[in-house]
């Protein structure tokens, strides 16, 4: 943890920079011109966009795309040929890169990218300068901030997976050094220059906010493995759940070559930014990979561990006496076990909020944990017992139950926080960093998420109680 801290503060040297995927403050102070380039290796970009200062509240925080006239839906917006997107490409690699990226865990795969970006950043004439050079100087993903600010985003979870990069990266840079110290200098992967934590955290960094996955070849078997790759001018395209382009992938059978186009999904005002979905994620991934947070974000969630002690403490608190969530009957461990909450190896990790709400697996964990018989139980599949919509599967009693221990589990998880909503609002209106209100943002929506989830049971509830009054 201490190391940690250690790189946190060697990366947060650099003026931290509001978020966004494209920022203002670019690698170079004058780099040639992204939308020239592009047409100049064979690209196509559409003739009404341009660059342009995106801007929030007054406040310049990128760059990005902008139609300067109406655009209609389904023009072609930019296409790139094979030779302009960035990947890893193992049969060219450098032998030296390709051993470093074998050390690099499948989920840190931005870092096995952002080697090869290392290398051609270092390379004189690299063909990607022209679009490396227009990168951002500085990130503004958690392993950039100060502890103070790590400490601020007040959730278990991030926290645990921001020291578990700010660990990498320091592993990774000790095991970088032991591998170039012997080498010649034509042998360099680098060209010679020094590669440290700070540049292996904004080289990781700029891959996570700006690859995307496409096709790669064809493999023997005629199937296709999902390829990072950087797309230049394509990554500065902002994000939006309700994207006005999308990127289509055309193949060329005859010389298995592609083109990656970008396509108007819609009509594009004058002066509108091109959009599109990175995927429908949580703020976790929203943050750690690409520095912004989603108000209001219909896909965050939070985590919470399955834990028979835990909902023993809710069942309490909600002032349900019956069950005993620690020693469940035999029957009942039998389906825990089949929804992979208990057995050899479960999957403990359940999840509140979303388009879910509340996850299948906790939900009927709890309907059957409530349940005293088991004909009426083995009367229903597990995809019932797993579904909020089916109404009532085990009667209204075991329904009423089981929302009252789950909004008894989110005021558990709302004590967990130091600070209320109202006291992180007031922090915001005087002002703080702009690392400090990216932390307080996001534990701002992920209390949120809780009180939702709160507020849409207790709906319920009143729903099943009027209808049980009624049928009585």
Same mark, same amino acid.
């Given at each position: 943890?201490? @190391?940690?801290?250690?790189? #946190?503060?060697?990366?947060?040297?650099?003026?931290?920079?509001?978020?966004?995927?494209?920022?203002?403050?670019?690698?170079?102070?004058?780099?040639?011109?992204?939308?020239?380039?592009?047409?100049?290796?064979?690209?196509?970009?559409?003739?009404?966009?341009?660059?342009?200062?995106?801007?929030?509240?007054?406040?310049?925080?990128?760059?990005?795309?902008?139609?300067?006239?109406?655009?209609?839906?389904?023009?072609?917006?930019?296409?790139?040929?094979?030779?302009?997107?960035?990947?890893?490409?193992? &049969?060219?690699?450098?032998?030296?890169?390709?051993?470093?990226?074998?050390?690099?865990?499948?989920? $840190?795969?931005?870092?096995?990218?952002?080697?090869?970006?290392?290398?051609?950043?270092?390379?004189?004439?690299?063909?990607?300068?022209?679009?490396?050079?227009?990168?951002?100087?500085?990130?503004? @993903?958690?392993?950039?901030?100060?502890?103070?600010?790590?400490?601020?985003?007040?959730?278990?979870?991030?926290?645990?997976? +921001?020291?578990?990069?700010?660990?990498?990266?320091?592993?990774?840079?000790?095991?970088?050094?032991?591998?170039?110290?012997?080498?010649?200098?034509? &042998?360099?992967?680098?060209?010679?220059?020094?590669?440290?934590?700070?540049?292996?955290?904004?080289?990781?960094?700029?891959?996570? %906010?700006?690859?995307?996955?496409?096709?790669?070849? =064809?493999?023997?078997?005629?199937?296709?493995?999902?390829?990072?790759?950087? #797309?230049? #001018?394509?990554? =500065?395209?902002?994000?939006?759940?309700?994207?006005?382009?999308?990127?289509?992938?055309?193949?060329? *059978?005859?010389?298995?070559?592609?083109?990656?186009?970008?396509?108007?999904?819609?009509?594009?005002?004058?002066?509108?930014?091109?959009?599109?979905?990175?995927?429908?994620?949580?703020?976790?991934?929203?943050?750690? &990979?690409?520095?912004?947070?989603?108000?209001?974000?219909?896909?965050?969630?939070?985590?919470?561990?399955?834990?028979?002690?835990?909902? &023993?403490?809710?069942?309490?608190?909600?002032?349900?006496?019956?069950?005993?969530?620690?020693?469940?009957?035999?029957?009942?461990?039998?389906?825990?076990?089949?929804?992979?909450?208990?057995?050899?190896?479960?999957?403990?990790?359940?999840?509140?909020?979303?388009?879910?709400?509340?996850?299948?697996?906790?939900? @009927?964990?709890?309907?059957?944990?409530?349940?005293?018989?088991?004909?009426?139980?083995?009367?229903?599949?597990?995809?019932?017992? *797993?579904?909020?919509?089916?109404?009532?599967?085990?009667?209204?009693?075991?329904?009423?139950? @089981?929302?009252?221990?789950?909004?008894?589990?989110?005021?558990?998880?709302?004590?967990?926080?130091?600070?209320?909503?109202?006291?992180?609002?007031? $922090?915001?209106?005087?002002?703080?960093?702009?690392?400090?209100?990216?932390?307080?943002?996001?534990?701002?929506?992920?209390? %949120? +998420?809780?009180?939702?989830?709160?507020?849409?049971?207790?709906?319920?509830?009143?729903?099943?109680?009027?209808?049980?009054?009624?049928?009585?």
């Amino acid at each position: 943890m201490a @190391a940690s801290k250690m790189l #946190l503060s060697s990366l947060t040297q650099i003026s931290p920079i509001k978020c966004a995927v494209s920022y203002h403050t670019r690698l170079v102070r004058h780099p040639p011109d992204l939308l020239k380039w592009v047409k100049r290796e064979g690209g196509f970009v559409h003739q009404a966009l341009k660059i342009s200062p995106q801007q929030q509240d007054d406040n310049t925080y990128g760059l990005g795309l902008v139609a300067s006239q109406d655009i209609p839906k389904g023009s072609l917006l930019i296409s790139l040929p094979h030779h302009i997107p960035l990947k890893c490409d193992a &049969d060219a690699a450098d032998s030296v890169l390709l051993n470093l990226a074998r050390q690099v865990p499948e989920e $840190l795969w931005a870092m096995k990218l952002g080697l090869r970006l290392l290398q051609e950043r270092a390379k004189v004439g690299s063909f990607w300068w022209p679009y490396i050079s227009n990168l951002p100087e500085t990130y503004s @993903a958690p392993i950039f901030f100060q502890g103070e600010d790590i400490k601020n985003l007040q959730y278990a979870p991030l926290l645990y997976q +921001v020291n578990k990069r700010c660990r990498f990266l320091l592993d990774f840079d000790q095991a970088v050094r032991r591998n170039l110290e012997s080498l010649k200098p034509n &042998d360099h992967p680098f060209g010679g220059q020094e590669v440290d934590a700070l540049s292996l955290g904004w080289a990781m960094s700029a891959v996570s %906010s700006r690859a995307f996955r496409l096709y790669g070849k =064809m493999t023997a078997d005629g199937t296709r493995n999902n390829v990072p790759m950087m #797309l230049p #001018l394509i990554d =500065m395209c902002n994000h939006s759940f309700k994207p006005n382009a999308q990127i289509l992938q055309e193949e060329d *059978k005859e010389n298995d070559k592609s083109q990656i186009k970008v396509v108007a999904e819609t009509d594009i005002k004058q002066d509108n930014p091109l959009l599109l979905n990175y995927g429908c994620l949580s703020n976790d991934f929203f943050l750690l &990979d690409y520095g912004f947070v989603i108000p209001s974000n219909p896909y965050d969630t939070i985590e919470l561990k399955y834990d028979g002690a835990l909902l &023993d403490a809710a069942s309490m608190a909600a002032g349900i006496s019956q069950p005993n969530f620690s020693s469940p009957a035999a029957w009942q461990q039998q389906i825990l076990s089949q929804l992979n909450l208990a057995g050899e190896a479960p999957i403990l990790k359940v999840t509140l909020g979303g388009l879910e709400v509340v996850e299948g697996r906790l939900l @009927a964990a709890l309907r059957v944990l409530l349940a005293s018989d088991v004909e009426t139980v083995r009367k229903h599949d597990l995809n019932t017992l *797993k579904s909020l919509s089916a109404e009532t599967p085990l009667g209204i009693a075991n329904e009423v139950a @089981a929302f009252h221990i789950i909004i008894a589990l989110c005021a558990i998880a709302l004590e967990h926080f130091p600070t209320k909503i109202m006291e992180d609002e007031s $922090l915001l209106k005087q002002g703080v960093s702009a690392n400090s209100e990216l932390a307080i943002q996001f534990r701002i929506e992920k209390k %949120s +998420v809780i009180i939702d989830v709160m507020r849409n049971l207790s709906r319920r509830m009143k729903l099943l109680t009027s209808k049980d009054a009624a049928s009585a």
